[in-house]
């Protein structure tokens, strides 16, 4: 199990990665073409290994966002009720 640092971390890096992916265009097309360009310039034992990290990434993350969405709203609506009740 993962320490609470650990944690931060793990979120710190995914928003490191979204701004590096900013930083390849302007839009959704050019990042994604610009991203891809730079896969392939990569040996290919690399690509492979990435090929697996960027799937299990896209899965899991995929799979977390109506979890966290969930959560935003349960935190919400205690810190609302918390607020009424004073």
């Known amino acids: 199990m993962q320490d609470a640092d650990s944690g931060h971390k793990l979120w710190m890096q995914i928003h490191r990665l ?3 992916m900013e930083s ?20 290919p034992t690399v690509r ?3 090929h697996n990290d960027i799937r299990m990434l896209a899965v899991d993350l995929f799979d977390m966002l109506p979890l966290i969405a969930t959560a935003e709203n349960d935190a ?7 607020g009424k009740a004073s």
């Open 18 to 20: 979204a701004g590096e």
């Open 24 to 43: 390849l265009g302007l839009n959704r097309e050019e990042r994604i073409t610009r991203a891809v360009n730079l896969f392939m310039e990569l040996p």
């Open 48 to 50: 492979r290994e990435l």
């Open 76 to 82: 919400e609506g205690k810190k609302t009720k918390v």
